[in-house]
């Protein structure tokens, strides 16, 4: 008897699960879409606080994400609507997108390092070094590498 109530519990249980809802794709597929604009705003601020930027300094810094930004956007929608009309998703980079992504990382850092002193700038390595490391952690720890 205590095997039946058993195996009848266990497959209630089973069954329940199975009928979870459809999961979102993307864990912030319900957060409100910013303009480029604003995610710049947001940031620059946020780097206003941690490294004190002048109003200069942030006003520069906002400009030069909000062209960071909208090039990445415009990336991301070549390569989502290419996806689209070839039935293929998530394409392993080439050498050429992966040079060309280096690069605008490196015009990007030495832009930012004409706009701040030398201080911030050592600051602003530092937070993105301590902001990278958990990332990495923790991709491992979901099993994707």
């Known amino acids: 008897m205590k095997n039946w109530i058993f195996t009848g519990l266990l497959f209630l249980g089973l069954s329940l699960s199975a009928q979870r809802g459809p999961r979102p794709h993307h864990a912030h597929s319900d957060a409100p879409k910013l303009t480029s604009e604003q995610i710049a ?22 400009e030069l994400l909000e ?8 990336l991301f929608n070549q390569r989502r609507d290419g996806a689209d009309s070839t039935g293929m998703r998530g ?19 030495r ?3 004409e706009i701040l002193s030398e201080e911030q700038y050592q600051q602003w390595k530092e937070m993105r070094h301590h902001r990278k490391k958990p990332q990495r952690h923790a991709r491992r720890m979901h099993g994707k590498s």
């Open 91 to 109: 394409q392993r980079p080439n050498f050429d997108s992966m040079d060309e992504r280096l690069d605008d990382q490196i015009a990007f850092q």
């Open 41 to 62: 705003t947001l940031q620059s601020k946020k780097l206003t606080l941690a490294l004190d930027l002048s109003k200069s300094q942030e006003s520069r810094v906002r």
């Open 111 to 113: 832009e930012l390092q």
């Open 67 to 74: 062209e960071r930004i909208a090039a990445k956007r415009e």
